[in-house]
């Protein structure tokens, strides 16, 4: 027999658990459904190997949104600590400061690859591209073609398995958005000096931000507290969840949705509204009646992440949080250093806890690879670049994340647009929240706002807020200028539809 709630969430990553917190705050009736059968969090749970504990990806929590920072504050009160942000770049066997330190940018260079660099920057002022489409074009314009193909084409092509000219500029105007050039070279010219100017969330690109808060045990201490708080308040968190199939039905208007837990048993519940932040081509193949966009979205398609953990002998102290590394003669996209996210992440309080990020598509050569493979290659790839001597890891592990990034691929945008206008014609009371859910490159925060204003909507009974502004309205994503409370109380002050 199906058993009924207001509103079914599926996913308890970020978005999903703001949902569901934000509803069961308001009295409302509210499940939750996860596929892991462990893990809460998502893409921002922290995993704990032998009491090492490390993220997916790092996640700072940083955000110009009043509203989701007490939200932080409200669910996690008193476990936040404050970590200075130090990142630096790999290329050619050298490493630069990220953000860049003008004179040692200049030095690792040298004065003719500087002068190159500067020269293509003006030439690109000059001479732009017009109405830009890929992310090539797009940074070429922003930064010159010299620096684009030292400090972008290497790492984006990493992370995206495909070339610059195939990705949307949309990414970039997304994640680079309120850099510019003269403002960073300004800025690496005060680093270089030693000075040191108060970088605050207004009017600053998250780019160029020196600190964060953490919470002392990782991202996980969020979302295991956020749902603890959404038990207390009467709702439900049901683990090992996968969702088989959705039906809408048009007489009831209400939704059916088929489960089936992970010792193989089938569940089965009706609900008023679905929230959704499982990935987007995932959800429709499960919608019946069989949604007119079914082929936009089979055409979507996702970027899938590993890490793989060396864990080590006391070595000399990395400063880093994270190292990009754009050098092309590794594989290797990102190395994570552990401890300076926080000093709680390593239980014997010495050893040394690196993860290295390799991004992939399922089932190619690299996500396929044995576990003993992938750290042999990390041993390799870490002693190459220097920052670990492989003779003295004791221990390793490796963790597969599916669908860790939505890609922006030149089409992406027009099989959202067709999805949407699908959703909004003929399957009312499905809501699309969160990174894989609405297929859009988001940080935590974003995930975070777009499950709020989605429960606001649910509870007022009609669409107030437009969530697909999040990351768009009043520049709120990378580089705003004064956070998304100008951003949500633009949504807020007219009621809105969801635009097609």
Same mark, same amino acid.
Request: glycine share 8%.
């Given at each position: 027999?199906?058993?009924?709630?207001?509103?079914?969430?599926?996913?308890?990553?970020?978005?999903?658990?703001?949902?569901?917190?934000?509803?069961?705050?308001?009295?409302?009736?509210?499940?939750?459904?996860?596929?892991?059968?462990?893990?809460?969090?998502?893409?921002?749970?922290?995993?704990?190997?032998?009491?090492?504990?490390?993220?997916?990806?790092?996640?700072?929590?940083?955000?110009?949104?009043?509203?989701?920072?007490?939200?932080?504050?409200?669910?996690?009160?008193?476990?936040?600590?404050?970590?200075?942000?130090?990142?630096?770049?790999?290329?050619?066997?050298?490493?630069?400061?990220?953000?860049?330190?003008?004179?040692?940018?200049?030095?690792?260079?040298?004065?003719?690859?500087?002068?190159?660099?500067?020269?293509?920057?003006? *030439?690109?002022?000059?001479?732009?591209?017009?109405?830009?489409?890929?992310?090539?074009?797009?940074?070429?314009? @922003?930064?010159?073609?010299?620096?684009?193909?030292?400090?972008?084409?290497?790492?984006?092509?990493?992370? *995206?398995?495909?070339?610059?000219?195939?990705?949307?500029?949309? *990414?970039?105007? @997304?994640?680079?958005?309120?850099?510019?050039?003269?403002?960073?070279?300004?800025?690496?010219?005060?680093?270089?000096?030693?000075?040191?100017?108060?970088?605050?969330?207004?009017?600053?690109?998250?780019?160029?931000?020196?600190?964060?808060?953490?919470?002392?045990?990782?991202?996980?201490?969020?979302?295991?507290?956020?749902?603890?708080?959404?038990?207390?308040?009467?709702? @439900?968190?049901?683990?090992?969840?996968?969702?088989?199939?959705?039906?809408?039905?048009?007489?009831?208007?209400?939704?059916?949705?088929?489960?089936?837990?992970?010792?193989?048993?089938?569940?089965?519940?009706?609900?008023?509204?679905?929230?959704?932040?499982?990935?987007?081509?995932?959800?429709?193949?499960?919608?019946?009646?069989?949604?007119?966009?079914?082929?936009?979205?089979?055409?979507?398609?996702?970027?899938?992440?590993?890490?793989?953990?060396?864990?080590?002998?006391?070595?000399?102290?990395?400063?880093?949080?994270?190292?990009?590394?754009?050098?092309?003669?590794?594989?290797?996209?990102?190395?994570?250093?552990?401890?300076? *996210?926080?000093?709680?992440?390593?239980?014997?309080?010495?050893?040394?806890?690196?993860?290295?990020?390799?991004?992939?598509?399922?089932?190619?050569?690299?996500?396929?690879?044995?576990?003993?493979?992938?750290?042999?290659?990390?041993?390799?790839?870490?002693?190459?670049?220097?920052?670990?001597?492989?003779?003295?890891?004791?221990?390793?592990?490796?963790?597969?994340?599916?669908?860790?990034?939505?890609?922006?691929?030149?089409?992406?945008?027009?099989?959202?647009?067709?999805?949407?206008?699908?959703?909004?014609?003929?399957?009312?009371?499905?809501?699309?929240?969160?990174?894989?859910?609405?297929?859009?490159?988001?940080?935590?925060?974003?995930?975070?706002?777009?499950?709020?204003?989605?429960?606001?909507?649910?509870?007022?009974?009609?669409?107030?807020?437009?969530?697909?502004?999040?990351?768009?309205?009043?520049?709120?994503?990378?580089?705003?200028?004064?956070?998304?409370?100008?951003?949500?109380?633009?949504?807020?002050?007219?009621?809105?539809?969801?635009?097609?």
């Amino acid at each position: 027999m199906a058993q009924h709630v207001e509103t079914l969430v599926i996913g308890a990553g970020p978005a999903g658990l703001t949902t569901a917190y934000t509803l069961a705050k308001a009295g409302r009736g509210v499940t939750v459904l996860e596929m892991d059968p462990v893990y809460v969090g998502g893409i921002s749970r922290t995993v704990d190997y032998k009491g090492f504990k490390f993220d997916i990806g790092g996640h700072r929590f940083f955000s110009k949104s009043k509203e989701v920072v007490d939200l932080w504050n409200e669910i996690l009160p008193d476990d936040f600590i404050d970590r200075p942000r130090l990142s630096r770049i790999y290329y050619r066997e050298k490493f630069y400061a990220y953000p860049l330190k003008a004179f040692e940018a200049l030095a690792n260079l040298g004065i003719w690859t500087a002068t190159q660099c500067m020269a293509s920057f003006g *030439w690109a002022k000059a001479r732009p591209i017009k109405d830009p489409t890929t992310f090539h074009q797009w940074v070429r314009n @922003q930064f010159g073609e010299k620096l684009f193909s030292i400090f972008f084409k290497t790492y984006t092509e990493k992370v *995206w398995g495909m070339s610059c000219d195939e990705i949307s500029a949309d *990414w970039a105007s @997304q994640r680079i958005k309120g850099l510019d050039l003269a403002a960073a070279i300004i800025d690496g010219v005060k680093r270089s000096l030693g000075v040191r100017a108060k970088v605050t969330a207004e009017g600053a690109p998250k780019t160029l931000i020196e600190s964060f808060r953490y919470p002392r045990k990782g991202p996980g201490m969020m979302w295991e507290a956020c749902a603890d708080k959404i038990l207390a308040l009467g709702g @439900q968190l049901r683990m090992g969840r996968k969702v088989e199939g959705l039906h809408y039905d048009k007489v009831t208007r209400l939704w059916t949705v088929d489960v089936t837990r992970a010792d193989g048993t089938k569940e089965t519940y009706t609900a008023d509204d679905v929230v959704s932040s499982a990935p987007l081509r995932e959800l429709m193949q499960a919608v019946s009646p069989t949604p007119i966009s079914l082929f936009h979205a089979g055409e979507l398609m996702y970027r899938d992440f590993i890490t793989v953990v060396l864990i080590g002998k006391p070595q000399k102290e990395l400063p880093d949080n994270w190292i990009y590394i754009h050098d092309p003669s590794v594989k290797v996209g990102r190395v994570q250093n552990f401890r300076s *996210w926080s000093p709680e992440m390593i239980p014997d309080g010495v050893s040394t806890c690196l993860g290295l990020e390799y991004f992939c598509f399922e089932g190619d050569g690299l996500w396929i690879s044995k576990d003993e493979d992938l750290v042999a290659q990390a041993k390799r790839e870490i002693a190459k670049i220097g920052l670990m001597n492989p003779d003295e890891v004791y221990d390793a592990c490796v963790v597969r994340q599916h669908k860790a990034y939505p890609v922006y691929d030149d089409s992406y945008a027009e099989h959202i647009r067709m999805i949407r206008l699908d959703l909004k014609m003929h399957f009312p009371g499905l809501h699309l929240v969160g990174r894989n859910g609405m297929h859009k490159y988001n940080n935590q925060d974003h995930a975070m706002m777009t499950g709020l204003l989605t429960a606001e909507n649910i509870i007022a009974g009609e669409t107030i807020h437009d969530v697909w502004d999040v990351n768009e309205d009043a520049e709120y994503g990378e580089a705003g200028v004064s956070g998304a409370r100008e951003a949500l109380s633009s949504v807020r002050a007219v009621p809105q539809k969801v635009a097609a």
